[in-house]
């Protein structure tokens, strides 16, 4: 149960609210004018334990003028009594951009009006889970980590922060580069979720062309088009009780960002070919390995889309940055079928790997198939690698200045590409990074394409 201060000067919206939210077992105090919303936020900071504000929910005009900024204006007098205090923003549609312009100032979440009375309440749990100093922690964790290996405090941290953000239904954005385990994170935050039991469904938008975005996304009916023989249910449909995985979002055309916003905004879609609205029960997790508010500033990313998506952002750190992972990767990838000598193991841990865990995987399985002894040494990886990797054997300047990881990850393409004849597919597999990256990597150094 939590104490909810209710914010409009519209009295049918709060004796709307206040009968689903007290239905829902929490207390509510209400406020029709900015004045007396500060008072009663005053008066929290005064009165006992009982009294104290638990969330805001909270409209965006008070005066005849509809420009929202008194509602701004009200949202850093609240942020400013009580920094800490979770506000949830209520505005139409049209005035989505306003709306973000508050979560810049500190509010937590936004829905519009007329809102879905489920969606409300989930958005409001989710708020009062994340504020709350006891929020949920899972100690059985169930095999939600299987395939996750590392005891660096990095990844610790992570997987200490998708243990909390798991039981909640917060929208979820996992950062990093390729091959660092996005996925993996998104499906343990699944197992970990009161959607366990539901399905997990990805979704590569990356790979998805923009013609074809609705009728993958929401579906179609019998007849939408031509070649529509069937009713087929959409991505989202198939994610129902469950959690969707966007991954790649950053990749989505600008084109289809609107499209998805509205549905992670109103829960609803409707398939092609039909008009009547079906709702989406689902929790969004997201994947990108994009700079998203780099996209932002240059106009390629939806801003209110950006907002929308990442209430939690999980940035998953390159494997060069866990390097004390290394040797329990290797072990894991190898299993039974090799073992890796001490200097093997060293020269595995000082690669730069651009490609990551995928990287490091494919290397090992090269490694143990293509190795006669079960026992890998330095001398069998860089004859497996090449000249990408310096013999500890050769003699080095005391002036020669080491490779920067930028000039590793550029020879390692380099090498890749000489090494397959420029074949770019094979060298995007030997390196554990999609094509797509490939290209930007190689746009990043200068190299050409062949």
Known sequence: MAHILIVDDDSSIILSLSMLLKRAGHTI????????????????????????????????????????????????KIKILLPALPVILMTAWGSIPLAVEGVKLGAMDFITKPWDNRDLLSRIDTALSLNSESSPLSTNDNGAFDGIIGESENLKSILDKVRKAAPTDAAVLITGENGTGKELIARAIHRLSRRSNGPFVTVNLGGMPSTL????????????????????????????????????????????????????????????????????????????????????AEGRFREDLFYRINLITINLPPLRERKSDIPLLVRHFAGEKAEF??????????????????????????????????????????????????????????????????????????????????????????????????????????????
């Open 213 to 296: 975005f609705e009728s993958e996304m929401f579906g179609y009916a019998k007849g939408a088009f031509t070649g529509a023989t069937s009713d087929r249910i959409g991505r989202f449909e198939a994610a129902d009780s469950g959690t969707i995985f966007l991954d790649e979002i950053g990749d989505l055309d600008t084109s289809c960002q609107v499209k998805i916003l509205r549905v992670l905004q109103e829960h609803t879609f409707e398939r092609l070919g039909e008009s009547a609205p079906r709702r989406a029960d689902i929790r969004v997790v997201c994947a990108t390995n994009v700079d998203l508010p780099a996209a932002v």
């Open 29 to 76: 105090v209400s406020a029709h004018s900015e004045a007396e919303a500060v008072k009663i936020v005053r008066d929290s900071l005064r009165g006992t334990p009982s009294d104290k504000i638990s969330l805001a929910l909270m409209d965006m005009n008070y005066t005849s003028s509809t420009s929202g900024r008194d509602g701004l204006e009200l949202l850093q």
């Open 341 to 450: 000598t001490d200097d093997a193991m060293q020269l595995l841990s000082s690669l730069p790997y651009p490609g990551n865990i995928r990287e490091l995987k494919n290397l090992v399985d090269r490694l143990t198939i293509i190795t006669d002894s079960p026992r890998i040494t330095a001398r069998d990886i860089r004859g497996s690698i090449g000249t990408a990797v310096p013999s500890s054997n050769h003699s080095v300047s005391p002036t020669a200045i080491p490779l920067t990881l930028e000039q590793l990850e550029k020879k390692a393409i380099t090498d890749a590409l000489a090494n397959f004849g420029g074949n770019l597919s094979q060298v995007a597999a030997s390196l554990g990074i999609t094509r797509q990256s490939l290209y930007r990597r190689m746009d990043k150094f200068g190299i050409p394409q062949p």
